[in-house]
């Protein structure tokens, strides 16, 4: 699975960098949006990816099948 990122909603809450920091980041200051990895995520890193998706305030993220 891999992740899509919705820049259009994300509003830089960081919530997805506190629960998936290897997969997120998110610069500082207003205007601030997620970077996130691209490609498959490592089944190591799914349930914190989950997570991320899960808890985003905007629903900015997606996770998707290949
Ligand atoms: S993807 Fe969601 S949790 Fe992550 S910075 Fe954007 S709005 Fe915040």
Redesign the pocket.
């Known amino acids: 699975m891999r992740v899509e990122?919705d820049f259009d909603?994300?509003?830089?809450?960081?919530?997805?960098?506190a629960e998936a920091p290897d997969w997120?980041s998110?610069g500082k200051g207003s205007g601030a949006?997620?970077r996130a990895k691209r490609g498959e995520v490592p089944a190591d890193q799914l349930p914190a990816v989950k997570d991320a998706v899960k808890y985003?305030?905007?629903q900015?993220?997606r996770l998707v099948e290949d």
């Open positions: 990122v909603l994300c509003q830089g809450h960081a919530e997805c960098q997120f998110v949006k997620v985003c305030p905007t900015a993220l």
